[in-house]
């Protein structure tokens, strides 16, 4: 379980409220708008009003004392920027902040965030690919160049085993699990027998998948 402090009940800080939640870790959640605050309660550990671009303010939540602050200030990159910056300065472990764009990632990273996400840009990216392509059915970015990918099992491969098909050896692609009904498969070997009833999820670069499954 973490302690989490949490600035900015937009959307996206609300969603990460829910999920917050639901992983029971304790969270303090802060925004300016006392109805954004007052429906976040049955969610959260505890919760206030307040403008986190005040340092004063800021000061008085021990900062230091959290395993992470997310800062998902939507609206206002102006107070996002001096937030992070802040957080920073008062001692914070770990802070991550929300871009909407490139520019502000880059001047987020340079005055003191541990980690950018950037939700417009990471679901632009999942909706192309999800929805231009055959097989693949979801993937997890995890650098530039790797990702993990959850794919159908193509008709050619129907009834042959891992070992046979080799994809590590032909395209660089690692095979991690094999689900069925949604549930991942607890061990992949050599002789796993593939179907087309089956999902998998393969860790590799996305020209190496477009290569194997023809995409």
């Not at 303010?57 to 939507?74: A, E, H, K, M, P």
């Not at 957080?87 to 520019?103: C, D, F, N, Q, Y």
């Not at 417009?120 to 690919?129: M, S």
């Not at 993937?139 to 129907?158: F, G, K, Q, R």
Request: hydrophobic residues 40%.
């Amino acid at each position: 379980m973490k302690t989490v402090l949490l600035i900015g009940l937009g959307r996206f800080g609300r969603h990460i409220a829910e999920k917050l939640d639901e992983l029971h870790h304790q969270v303090m959640a802060v925004d300016k708008d006392e109805q954004r605050v007052n429906a976040a309660l049955p969610i959260v550990t505890d919760a206030q009003i307040g403008d986190a671009a005040n340092k004063d303010f800021l000061r008085s939540l021990g900062v230091d004392n959290y395993d992470v602050c997310f800062v998902t200030i939507g609206d206002d990159f102006q107070s996002s920027l001096v937030v992070t910056s802040y957080l920073k300065e008062l001692g914070a472990k770990k802070v991550i902040s929300r871009a909407s764009m490139e520019v502000q990632r880059q001047f987020l990273l340079r005055n003191g965030a541990d980690d950018v996400v950037y939700p417009e840009k990471q679901l632009a990216a999942w909706t192309a690919i999800r929805n231009t392509t055959d097989h693949v059915l979801d993937y997890i970015p995890l650098d530039n160049e790797y990702a993990i990918y959850e794919l159908t099992v193509p008709s050619e491969w129907d009834g042959k085993t891992v070992g046979v098909l080799d994809i590590r050896k032909k395209y660089n692609l690692n095979l991690l699990a094999v689900r069925e009904s949604g549930k991942p498969g607890i061990a992949v070997t050599s002789e796993t027998q593939l179907s087309q009833e089956q999902t998998i999820l393969v860790l590799g670069k996305w020209k190496d998948v477009q290569k194997c499954f023809r995409t």
